[in-house]
């Protein structure tokens, strides 16, 4: 039996296949350019591209596949269709079930919020039961698992811990509102602060780049996302009593420190007596991926 995993995101998409005994298979691949309006033809170059991709893996991986788990940024109601996804806005009203059904026909097919998964994966990495996760990249992805299930179950939706405000004077998030965890934190909001305070355009390699020389606009740029991380972690924790807080998504982990910044500012936000112990994702970049093969190999 082999299993495939795909994570779904808001600048690439990852793809897994696993089987008993098997060697993994993984590849990945970017979105075509363009910004997927909702009035544009987005979400066919994007099919297309998936479906490209994945006769791909198939054509490598060269085995038929039991289940298909998906990890999704999106919004998507109970019947499987798209309610909303800010960074791919054409999406909306997308039937995610037909598609992947027609692209893995006979396959059993289930999809999640990619931050639950990437939530289910880190805790069974770190064998612990309860656990908020934090995804930094294109967007805010939040998972938080309490004593070894999501929270809130997927039935009731996910958990959208990027929406939660941290600050009500802060910038416009996608979502509308002002002060959004994503709205601070994300790596595209991270990177339009820096550029702002250098005064120039700043790329992610020039950020991580000055971040580590100590350069105080790239310091200032990746604390404030750091600190609202940690609002998030910390207020999530005092709900229910979380003591483990994983920290991933690529864009953080493409900034060497990013997780001792977070560290440090829980610790001057808990209470005495609080404790959140801080870490690294495990599995790096590619929590939601891994948490896809579980799901996949959970159907």
């Known amino acids: 039996m082999s299993f495939l995993g795909i994570d779904v995101g808001g600048t690439k998409v990852a793809l897994?296949?696993?089987?008993?005994?098997?060697?993994?298979?993984?590849?990945?691949?970017?979105?075509?350019?363009?910004?997927?309006?909702?009035?544009?033809?987005?979400?066919?170059?994007?099919?297309?591209?998936?479906?490209?991709?994945?006769?791909?893996?198939?054509?490598?991986?060269?085995?038929?596949?039991?289940?298909?788990?998906?990890?999704v940024p999106a919004t998507v109601g109970a019947g499987g269709r798209v309610v909303g996804w800010p960074n791919r806005p054409s999406w909306t009203g997308l039937d995610l079930g037909e598609v992947l059904h027609e692209l893995f026909p006979g396959a059993r097919v289930?999809?999640?919020?990619?931050?639950?998964?990437?939530?289910?994966?880190?805790?069974?990495?770190?064998?612990?039961?309860?656990?908020?996760?934090?995804g930094v990249g294109?967007?805010?992805a939040g998972g938080v698992l309490v004593s070894g299930r999501p929270l809130p179950g997927r039935e009731?939706?996910?958990?959208?811990l990027g929406h939660l405000v941290v600050d009500r004077s802060g910038p416009v998030c996608t979502c509308g509102r002002r002060g959004c965890v994503q709205a601070t934190a994300s790596g595209p909001a991270t990177l339009r602060r820096a550029t702002d305070l250098r005064g120039v355009g700043v790329t992610f390699e020039e950020l991580a780049g000055a971040f580590a020389a100590g350069t105080s606009w790239a310091v200032t740029a990746v604390r404030e996302s750091c600190e609202a991380v940690a609002a998030a972690a910390v207020g999530v924790s005092?709900?229910?009593?979380l003591d483990l807080a994983v920290i991933g998504g690529g864009f953080a982990?493409?900034?060497?420190?990013?997780?001792?910044?977070?560290?440090?500012?829980?610790?001057?936000?808990?209470?005495?007596?609080q404790h959140i112990t801080v870490r690294e994702a495990a599995l790096g970049g590619l929590s939601s991926l891994h948490g896809a093969v579980l799901l996949a190999k959970g159907l």
């Open 16 to 71: 897994r296949a696993e089987g008993e005994g098997l060697e993994p298979c993984e590849i990945s691949f970017r979105w075509p350019p363009g910004p997927a309006a909702a009035d544009g033809p987005g979400w066919s170059a994007d099919l297309t591209a998936l479906a490209g991709w994945t006769a791909v893996l198939r054509e490598r991986w060269q085995r038929p596949i039991l289940s298909v788990g998906v990890a």
């Open 138 to 140: 294109t967007g805010i």
């Open 253 to 273: 982990r493409g900034i060497p420190g990013f997780t001792g910044e977070v560290d440090r500012a829980v610790a001057h936000l808990v209470r005495r007596g």
């Open 110 to 134: 289930g999809w999640a919020d990619d931050g639950d998964l990437a939530a289910l994966a880190e805790a069974r990495a770190a064998d612990a039961q309860d656990v908020v996760y934090v």
């Open 238 to 241: 005092e709900l229910l009593a």
């Open 156 to 160: 009731r939706g996910s958990c959208e």
